[in-house]
């Protein structure tokens, strides 16, 4: 198959769907992953370069079984993009260990799970992994000790498969959004919250999905093919200015 393959995880909306449709059309085939099977099915109807896979990522056997169907489909696989993800925004002293775990299992089993399934198919082709963070897993904030955690974990997961999977040609970078102008953060972030987050940015203004598409669409492609374990903050400055706002603050 001449067109190289991109594995995307959350691709039913949001970073995940645009990501799939710029690697479309940069001329690429895309498996789209996703356990809203629903959703997944409608954005991927008429994108005629892209497979939808409806499977959970936190999930072992699925995991093994998507990355056969996949292969079985494609017969390779180029790019890992993990993307797929969970939030809760609670105060420490109110998240229960249950939505820690489900946090948890999402946002760090999943990208761990996916990536060690598919490690063997980009073997064969020295291929890359992005994984997807956050500012919030590169310094702490309010209301966010499962999600930031999460994301922490993800940054140094990614580390440790640079260092370990370069000796076959295998790239792992991560990228970690800032506020991204998204339906849903548009539908939950106050007048207030936005306001906060204007002035602390020194671009001052939310990103796009499509921004955050372009990074890792980057760091899958030939041209990023000497860049490996870095840690890609795509958040208009908002990480050198510094988190945990008091608008942000639930009291």
């Known amino acids: 198959m001449s067109k190289k393959i991109a594995l995307v995880t959350g691709a039913a909306r949001g970073i995940g769907l645009a990501t799939a449709k710029l690697f479309i059309a940069q001329g690429w085939n895309v498996a789209m992953i996703d356990r809203d099977g629903d959703e997944l099915q409608s954005a991927s109807a008429d994108l005629s370069d892209a497979k939808p896979f409806i499977f959970d990522v936190s999930i072992p056997e699925q995991v093994d079984q998507m990355i056969a169907d996949v292969l079985g489909a494609f017969g390779q696989i180029d790019a890992v993009v993990n993307n797929a993800g969970v939030a809760d925004f609670l105060p420490v002293e109110e998240t229960s260990f249950a939505t820690w775990r489900r946090i948890m299992e999402t946002n760090l089993d999943g990208v761990f799970l996916v990536s060690q399934a598919a490690i063997p198919a980009l073997k064969e082709t020295k291929g890359a992994i992005v994984n997807i963070g956050s500012i919030s897993g590169l310094r702490a904030s309010t209301l966010r000790v499962a999600y930031g955690t999460s994301k922490a974990a993800v940054i140094h997961m990614t580390k440790q498969q640079a260092a370990e999977l370069g000796e076959y040609g295998i790239r792992a970078n991560c990228v970690c959004p800032g506020p991204v102008k998204t339906k849903l953060a548009m539908a939950v972030h106050s007048p207030e919250i936005i306001s906060a987050y204007l002035d602390a940015m ?50």
Do not use: M, W
């Not at 860049?227 to 050198?240: K, M, R, W, Y």
């Open 202 to 251: 020194p671009l001052g203004r939310y990103g796009t999905e499509n921004e955050i598409a372009e990074v890792i669409h980057f760091l899958c492609s030939d041209k990023a093919s000497f860049v490996t374990g870095q840690i890609v903050a795509a958040d208009g400055g908002f990480e050198t200015t510094g988190v945990g706002l008091p608008a942000l603050r639930r009291k």
